[in-house]
């Protein structure tokens, strides 16, 4: 299954816990933002429509999961030349956000898609990148995913 998700690729949002006085108990909170809202509902409007009513997808998984970003401006000269890339930018994106937090925001939207029952079932990651956009094969021409899942 080719899962190709348009929109800012966000990741995972940080929990947070505290005591609720009453039960004595750790309550444990995700703090979720706008951003991981709408990329969440961005890959699972793109993961139903490429699951076209398929039930999920049963036992071991296979993924590649490779997110395009914006290369920074900062990357590139000024003036005539601005379309050039500047010596020492780099090759590939090492910055914000966290590559395995994108996985994780992003293997729980394809559980709510219902690509599979439990994001557990995935036992291998093919490909698991971060690349600047038209930069790669796998790269889109602007930001998202391109997710690919089999059954191993």
């Known amino acids: ?3 190709e998700v348009r929109g800012t690729p966000a990741p995972q949002g940080s929990k947070r816990g505290f005591n609720n006085p009453r039960t ?7 703090q979720l933002h706008d951003r ?7 890959v699972v409007s793109a993961a139903v429509e490429a699951r076209d ?5 049963g036992g071991p998984l296979h993924v590649r999961m490779v997110f395009t970003v914006v290369r920074p401006q ?6 005539k030349n601005a379309r050039q890339l500047r010596d020492g930018a780099p090759s590939q994106p090492f910055t914000k ?3 395995s937090k994108l996985a994780r925001s992003t293997e729980d939207a394809l559980t709510t898609a219902r690509v599979w029952n439990d994001d557990a ?19 889109l021409d602007s ?8 059954q191993a």
């Not at 004595?24 to 995700?30: D, L, S």
């Not at 036992?123 to 790669?136: G, M």
């Open 1 to 3: 299954m080719r899962i």
């Open 24 to 30: 004595k108990r750790v309550i444990v909170v995700e």
């Open 36 to 42: 991981i809202k709408n990329w969440r509902d961005a």
């Open 53 to 57: 009513g398929a039930l999920p997808l």
């Open 74 to 79: 900062s990357h590139y000269r000024t003036g």
């Open 97 to 99: 956000p966290d590559l």
């Open 121 to 139: 079932q995935v036992s291998e990651y093919l490909r698991l990148a971060k690349v600047f956009a038209n930069e790669d094969p796998d790269a």
């Open 143 to 150: 930001p998202g995913a391109v997710i690919y899942v089999t």
